[in-house]
């Protein structure tokens, strides 16, 4: 089941909105470019209990 999500961009720091799919597991990572700037960006989803949604960490990807 997919997951609305979002991430700031760590190139430009713009906002984007994803989508998480949960059946993928709790933790996950892969890139997605950004939608302003279409840097590649390295998501690090991880599903955090205490506010029952996926937390988000970026980083341009080297």
Known sequence: MPSDAGFQCAGC???NETIVDES???RQTYVE???VCC????LRIE????QEAY???S???S
């Open 13 to 15: 720091g713009e906002w």
């Open 33 to 35: 470019d950004c939608q």
């Open 59 to 61: 980083e341009l990807e």
């Open 39 to 42: 840097k590649p960006n390295v």
């Open 47 to 50: 599903w955090d209990e205490w």
């Open 55 to 57: 937390r988000i960490e």
């Open 24 to 26: 993928a597991g709790r």
